[in-house]
């Protein structure tokens, strides 16, 4: 089936591919650094308050410029602003490698807010679109779960090779962590090649050039408003994107706390960061896990339970690990909190998806992740105050008890979604394993 200007309609298990070696590319570099990203400033001479506030650069940029980026994608196309982040995220990454101070921290954070305001939403939402031209309508879910899944994978895996890197530093003339970084930023190359060579879409420019560029972009506004409107009519999307200002809080606990408690329960940044990669990789693995957990559960109690659940559990873990007192405890409760992240999230995203459409997906998923990004800029600052003049475990523990309220979010499309199955009077048109 061929489209205009030669472009060719995926089949959604050709799409479906794409997704997950794109998934791959894009988080097998993260997971290399995510457990060292704190560990990295704190070693550069940051203090504990100061690493999170530069970290909140990110949130800032993020929340500053998600929605003029997902009208444009949504306008524009998927493909050119995938590309444009993958450029902007090696120099987020250069950046980081070479920064040594508060600022120059600031700096490579700026950048990858950037980055991530770019990034977020356009390929889930060219996958989507993909499988509706064949399946109008279609639940994503268990696509989403596979997603998920790799996403774990990938993070694992990177987490094993950065690992093995800190433990091997093989470059005396540099700290064991700056190995792991560098290589981050190669594997950010390789995930842009990648970008440009298997991601195509239907050109949305005609022959008239940068004049129908300039068009598209000057409907993005438009997009926009029509996105906020939507959040402003719509009760289910709206307490849905309000669920993200819970969820990013009690995310501090496991990804911003837990390398520091862990430093001060081992004695230094290096040695946390030999014991964290291997934890980061399983803690990665029990989250494919969860996230494969939750398609199949999704399928036996619904969507919005299941995301009711996650989030649940998600924020009993982070209050867990608060209250663990050694090395041993605070490992075991960080995995069971990662194995409930990765279940909440494809079943988040898919209720997303059922409140949007083609025109303004990108949009939706940029609002949900504007609120994350603003309450993870909000909330690491203040709880690394808060652990600053208490303890981290406090600080650990009071992010999990704020993302309780998550689960209060999805009431709203919990009851949307009885009400879609009430009123179906014949079964959907695809099969469950289809999805």
Request: glycine fraction near 10%; aromatic fraction near 6%; charge should be positive.
């Amino acid at each position: 089936m061929r489209e205009a200007k030669g472009a060719t309609h995926l089949s959604p298990e050709a799409a479906r591919r794409v997704l997950l070696l794109l998934t791959l590319t894009r988080w097998l570099p993260i997971g290399l650094v995510v457990s060292l990203h704190v560990l990295w400033m704190l070693e550069r001479g940051l203090t504990l308050t100061q690493a999170l506030a530069a970290s909140a650069v990110t949130g800032v940029c993020i929340f500053v410029l998600e929605l003029p980026t997902s009208g444009i994608a949504d306008a524009l196309g998927r493909r050119p602003l995938l590309i444009v982040a993958g450029i902007v995220n090696i120099l987020a990454a250069l950046s980081f490698l070479l920064a040594h101070s508060l600022a120059t921290f600031a700096l490579a954070a700026a950048l990858l807010g950037i980055f991530r305001a770019l990034d977020s939403g356009p390929l889930e939402a060219w996958f989507v679109d993909t499988v509706h031209q064949s399946r109008p309508g279609a639940d994503v879910d268990q696509d989403l779960s596979r997603m998920g899944t790799t996403m774990g994978l990938a993070m694992g895996t990177g987490a094993v090779a950065s690992s093995a890197l800190v433990a091997w530093h093989p470059i005396a003339g540099h700290s064991a962590l700056w190995l792991p970084i560098l290589v981050f930023v190669g594997l950010n190359v390789v995930h842009l090649v990648a970008v440009l060579l298997l991601l195509h879409e239907p050109a949305r420019l005609d022959q008239r050039g940068f004049a129908a560029a300039r068009a598209s972009v000057a409907g993005a506004p438009g997009v926009v408003r029509s996105g906020l409107r939507l959040l402003r009519e719509n009760r289910v999307l709206r307490y849905l994107v309000l669920v993200e200002l819970f969820w990013s809080t009690s995310m501090v606990s496991f990804e911003a706390l837990m390398p520091a408690r862990m430093a001060e329960l081992v004695g230094g940044e290096a040695r946390a960061a030999v014991v964290i990669g291997p934890v980061a990789a399983v803690a990665w693995l029990v989250f494919a896990l969860g996230a494969k957990a939750s398609g199949w559960m999704s399928l036996r109690i619904g969507v919005a339970r299941t995301a009711i659940v996650g989030r649940i559990l998600t924020s009993l873990g982070a209050i867990s690990m608060g209250l663990a007192f050694g090395p041993v405890a605070l490992i075991a409760t960080h995995l069971l909190t990662y194995s409930m992240h990765g279940f909440g999230g494809p079943v988040y995203n898919a209720l997303l998806h059922r409140e949007a459409h083609a025109g303004n997906r990108a949009t939706v998923l940029s609002m949900a992740s504007m609120v994350a990004s603003a309450a993870f800029a909000a909330a690491g600052p203040l709880l690394g105050l808060l652990a600053d003049h208490t303890s981290l475990q406090i600080g650990m523990a009071v992010a999990g008890v704020i993302g309780l309220g998550g689960a209060w979010c999805v009431l709203p499309a919990l009851r949307a979604e009885r009400e879609r199955a009430a009123g179906r009077a014949t079964p959907a048109p695809f099969a469950p394993g289809s999805r």
